[in-house]
């Protein structure tokens, strides 16, 4: 049965299906294509005689690669029989550029297991270059999706690349010379597209990445009752610009070019409520907003016009551009501005255009804006109106706020300018009444000074204040008879910039009290506030205030009379670290292991907060990690005795401590303790001085009375004399002999010269010089000369003074010859020789007489020079003259 | 008399040459900024080198021809360069904005003035020579076919095209220009000889 509608569709086109059914293939089949969307359209009809089908025919629709038949898409399309129209419609969008390839659709009916036959094949050519084509062209793609080009080669060229964005891409064969990559587009292309490249960077095509429309929140209202002005929100942007930017449509009609978010028509207002549908459209997409309004009942008024506000009576007029407002029931806002602070008063009326303001501070600048909206089905507030600034008339001043401030015999009064919201007007003057004087003063001019309040009448001041409307009510201030008794002060603590203060209630105060404040150490102009009866606290603020500068704050109470001095603070609003510097910072050595520290303290004057104390660091030179801290009061004054520290070197530094911390640090002081036994060697060098002064003393003593010592001590002995008779006539040979007489024993030994060994026999025979003694039976206590006498080798004999004073020390080799005791005897022919003679001086002993007697000397006679003979007498003292 | 004059006459020429000749040099430098940041706003390859087919055609500039001639057929290009820019200029609109506009566009501006100077001064020395008669007609501008409906890649490859033009013409100028100087070389009143390239004046 198949193969006859087979059949029959061959020879009729039609086939048989079912008693009175006939399947038909499609007729009249055409495909067109967009190459800007890659879209294939196929549109075909079926013949209306044959179609007797009872329920859906089914099209088979398929999209083939020409060269090879490949199929690249299929899909069956169910069209409806009841359909009027028998013309049916299909498209398709093709992922690969239909410029790549030539592409086929052919189509056929199908109704449950029978189909017609295929069509004939209606094919779309692709592209054919010489030179390599990147395809599509220009197109518009959206962000985040994935995207196909293809690139169309020449005869015999190769590919060699293509790049996105210069980026090398992987690429895959699609026939013969046709190649494609995939593109995930990531991110916006920039406003001037992004390159695609094939082979060369001459041969590509560039792609536009964007998104679709993202509007939303349609809003449509009316302003002047004649047109419809609707807004919206655009949302994201679409990176898309020029031909490619959104357009829109408003109810059908188009928006005006480069609408952004609103758009305007001209439209009956009075068709009650309607929908507003406006459709935002670029290449990516489509979008449509709707809004359903009754324009009526959308007004946003305009901005009123002509603003004029009137300073007689603060009335405020304008005028509405549209008369259609004029019978609106309609709610304003009127807008006053005074130096910044907002004041919005609400009116309402039919057609409102103007209204009166209530209220208003006398002699001052307002700025008015009005802006409306309908009282009924109440939409949104209109525009504002432009500013229309005025001024009020002015009134008398408020009173003034007087006070006092008292040094020595002089008192100074003070009041406190009028701010603009005070003074009502200009000030015109201020006017000072005491006793029966009385003083016109000129702003800006805010004080008075009064020096002579000897009479009662002067203690009452008058104060007022005058502008153009009149003067105010007069300020009187009661200047005290006496001087304020002096207050101790107590300390304050401030806060926030400024102090909490708190004081014990005045049992005289019956008016409230007065808080006034001056820095404590510099001169200034008090400042002050009043406080009400029955407050015993305040927070004084002023912008005068500084850190860091002490203020004394007195307490007035207020009463009848005079003010009266009730109580006193002294304080910072804020204490900071120490400006000034710890002076004159000293250490001194005390002892071996005490230190005095003295310094000189910060004045008051350069405090910048309460010092409680100084804390003295120290530390050892050789060991700056080894710091130490003394605390020191205040009540020690500058000074501090530092005990028990090890001899060495120190480094001193001293600073102030507040209650912000430590500052004030002094220049710092090095001390090199030095050690005890520096005095010992000082005591030392004082006695040994002292000893000395003592010996000089005595010395001086003695050679004052040295007469007396002399007689005592040494009593003097006499010159030996020299006598020629002593001596035997000169013998033929050349010698003389002395005589001797027996030596007398007395009771002073005589110590004699060497020729005390017996006879000194000058003997040329002998050598150089020889002295021979001749008498060896001396006892060995008086010949020991001979015995220390030595030979040299140049044949002298010598004497050592030292060997003599140490009898049994060694003797030296050496002649140390004393001129006044050097005994030289020389022969009267050839003697040169002489022979160093030297008294013993340590040995008093008095020698044998027997010896002296046989004792002999022979003298040079024609030269005696050097001979000197001597005698000591000798006590038992070593001293000897 | 006559001798005096011609010498002074010469003497301002060859001076106008010079000037031109460093005005072309000039000019030459700005044209490859100018390039260079039009690639790089385009994001075209560094590789990116157009060739084969001219937009501007001029007869070749042989040494055979006379100054005047040589002058002339400068000239005529130079003319074209410029009627190719102010189309660039109109078309670059179409194409869309982007990248460091602010710079691009002020060097593009200072390259469209300068071109408008240096055939000014190219115009007075042919004038020199030959007087206004050359002028009648002005030197043909021979229509470019311009990608107006063609694809936005083909847009901006055009208008790359016409810059290289005018990188190429700018230097074939100013070396022209300074062969036909006596001296081969720009006079000392010049300044912008000496100038670094890259610190030039932009306005």
């Known amino acids: ?60 629709v398929e999209v083939l690669l020409t060269v090879n038949m490949t199929e690249v898409h299929s899909e069956a399309v169910d069209v409806r029989q009841a359909l009027a129209s ?268 103007s209204v009166v303001l209530h209220g208003l501070a006398p002699a001052q600048t307002y700025t008015v804006q009005v802006c409306c909206g309908l009282k009924q089905h109440f939409w949104k507030w209109g525009d504002w109106s432009e500013g229309s600034t005025f001024k009020t008339e002015e009134d008398i001043p408020e009173m003034l706020d007087v006070w006092m401030q008292i040094e020595g015999n002089q008192t100074m009064i003070l009041w406190k300018p009028l701010t603009v919201n005070q003074s009502h007007g200009q000030i015109k003057d201020y006017e000072v009444t005491w006793g029966r004087q009385e003083t016109i003063l000129h702003p800006p001019q805010n004080d008075f000074l009064i020096s002579d309040r000897s009479t009662d009448e002067g203690h009452r001041v008058t104060v007022t204040a005058k502008n153009s409307a009149g003067s105010s009510l007069p300020s009187i201030i009661i200047i005290p008879r006496l001087p304020h008794r002096s207050k101790s002060s107590m300390k304050i603590v401030g806060s926030d910039g400024g102090f909490n203060l708190s004081w014990s209630a005045s049992p005289n105060s019956s008016c409230g009290y007065v808080v006034d404040w001056c820095p404590t150490h510099k001169k200034c102009r008090v400042e002050w506030v009043k406080v009400p009866a029955g407050i015993t606290r305040a927070r004084i603020q002023s912008a005068s205030f500084e850190e860091g500068v002490r203020y004394t704050l007195s307490i007035f109470a207020c009463t009848p009379g005079a003010p009266e001095l009730w109580e006193r603070r002294e304080g910072y609003v804020k204490e900071c670290l120490p400006k000034g510097q710890i002076q004159r910072l000293a250490a001194e050595q005390y002892g071996s292991d005490t230190v005095l520290i003295s310094w000189t303290a910060i004045p008051p004057e350069s405090q910048t907060a309460f010092i409680h104390g100084y804390i003295i660091y120290y530390c050892d030179t050789s060991h700056l990690s080894s710091m130490r801290i003394f605390n020191v009061t205040t009540d020690e004054l500058g000074a501090k005795n530092l005990t028990g520290i090890p001899v060495s070197s120190y480094r001193f530094i001293v600073k102030a401590l507040t209650s912000v911390g430590e500052g004030g640090d002094s220049s710092p002081v090095f001390l090199q303790m030095n050690p005890q036994t520096d005095q010992l060697i000082t005591v030392i060098i004082i006695s040994l001085g002292s000893a000395a002064c003592l010996l000089a003393l005595v010395t001086i003593l003695c050679y004052r009375n040295w007469k007396c010592v002399k007689e005592n001590m ?101 002649v140390i010859q004393n001129p006044s005791y050097n005994l030289e005897v020389q022969a009267s022919l050839d003697m040169g020789q002489s022979v160093g003679y030297e008294p013993d001086m340590n040995s008093f002993s008095c020698p044998n007489p027997e010896l002296h007697n046989t004792m002999s000397y022979v003298p040079f006679e024609t030269d005696s020079r050097g001979y000197k003979f001597q005698c000591h007498i000798e006590d038992s003292s070593p001293l000897q003259e | 008399m006559a001798g005096t004059r011609t010498r002074r006459v010469a003497g301002s020429e060859q001076s106008r040459t010079a000037r031109a000749a460093a005005l072309a040099e000039e000019l030459h430098h700005e044209c490859t900024l100018l390039l260079e940041l039009y690639r790089k706003k385009e994001t075209f390859a560094e590789e990116l080198t157009v060739g084969g087919e001219r937009l501007v055609t001029v007869p070749p500039l042989s040494s055979q021809l006379s100054p005047n001639d040589r002058l002339w057929r400068l000239y005529s290009a130079l003319q074209q360069c410029r009627n190719l820019l102010e189309r660039a200029i109109g078309l670059e609109e179409g194409v869309g904005n982007g990248g460091d506009r602010a710079q691009y566009e002020s060097q593009r501006k200072t390259v469209r003035d300068r071109l408008g100077h240096l055939l000014a001064s190219t115009r007075l020395l042919l004038e020199d020579r030959a007087g206004t008669a050359a002028f009648t007609p002005d030197p043909k501008n021979t229509e470019t076919a311009s990608p107006v409906n063609g694809s936005p890649f083909a847009l901006k490859l055009w208008i790359y095209r016409i810059f290289s033009e005018l990188e190429h013409w700018t230097l074939t100028t100013s070396r022209t220009l300074k062969a036909l100087h006596p001296d081969g070389a720009t006079p000392k009143e010049s300044r912008t000889r000496g100038r670094p390239r890259g610190r030039r004046t932009r306005r």
């Open chain 1, 1 to 60: 049965m198949l193969n006859c509608i087979v059949i029959m569709h061959t020879v009729t086109g039609y086939t048989y299906v079912a008693p009175g059914v006939l399947l038909s293939g499609p007729q009249n089949v055409s495909v067109n294509y967009d190459l800007k969307d890659q879209r294939i359209s196929v549109t075909w009809e079926d013949d209306p005689s044959s179609s007797r089908v009872p329920d859906k025919l089914i099209y088979d």
């Open chain 1, 86 to 353: 028998r013309k049916y419609h299909w498209s398709w969008t093709s992922a690969l550029p239909l410029e790549c390839t030539s592409h086929s659709v052919r189509l056929r009916s199908r109704y449950q297991n029978y189909t017609s036959q295929w069509s004939p094949l209606l094919t779309i050519t692709g592209r054919a270059s010489t030179h390599p084509q990147v395809f599509p062209k220009s197109s518009v793609v959206q962000v985040d999706s994935n995207f196909t080009f293809c690139c169309i080669l020449g005869p015999g060229q190769r590919l060699e690349y293509m790049k996105y964005n210069n980026i090398l891409m992987n690429t895959t064969h699609i026939i013969d010379q046709s190649y494609a990559m995939v593109v995930h587009m990531q991110s916006p292309s920039p406003p001037s597209c992004i390159n695609v490249y094939c082979n060369s960077p001459l041969y590509g095509t560039c792609v536009y990445v964007g998104y679709p429309p993202g509007d939303r929140n349609l809003v449509c209202e009316t302003r002047d009752l004649e047109s419809v002005e609707c807004h919206w929100d655009t949302g994201r942007a679409t990176n898309l610009t020029k031909q490619r930017m959104t357009r829109y449509d408003l109810n059908g009609r188009a928006c005006p070019n480069r609408t952004v978010s609103n758009c305007y028509q001209t439209v009956r207002v009075d068709q009650g409520e309607r929908n507003w549908t406006l459709t935002a459209r670029n290449p990516l997409g489509t979008l449509e907003l709707r809004d359903t309004a009754d324009l009526k009942k959308r007004v946003r008024l305009l901005a009123p016009m002509e603003v004029l506000a009137s300073g007689v009576n603060a009335s405020v007029q304008w005028q509405w551009e549209r008369p259609q407002y004029h019978i609106l029931l309609m709610v304003c806002q009127v807008q006053l501005n005074h130096s910044g602070h907002i004041d919005v008063r609400n009116f309402s009326g039919i057609g409102l255009r």
């Open chain 1, 714 to 814: 040494y009593p003097k002995i006499p010159k030996p004399v020299w006598k020629e008779e002593w001596l035997t006539p000169l013998e033929s040979n050349g010698r003389q002999i002395l005589y001797v007489d027996p030596c007398q024993p007395s009771e002073i030994d005589i110590v004699c010269n060497r020729e005390q060994s017996g006879e000194a026999v000058l003997d040329n025979n002998a050598g150089k010089g020889a002295l021979t003694n001749t008498n060896s039976d001396v006892p060995a206590l008086h010949v020991y000369y001979n015995q220390l006498l030595t030979k040299t080798t140049s044949g002298h004999f010598t004497f050592s003074p030292h060997t003599m004073a140490t009898p049994f020390s060694q003797l030296s080799g050496t």
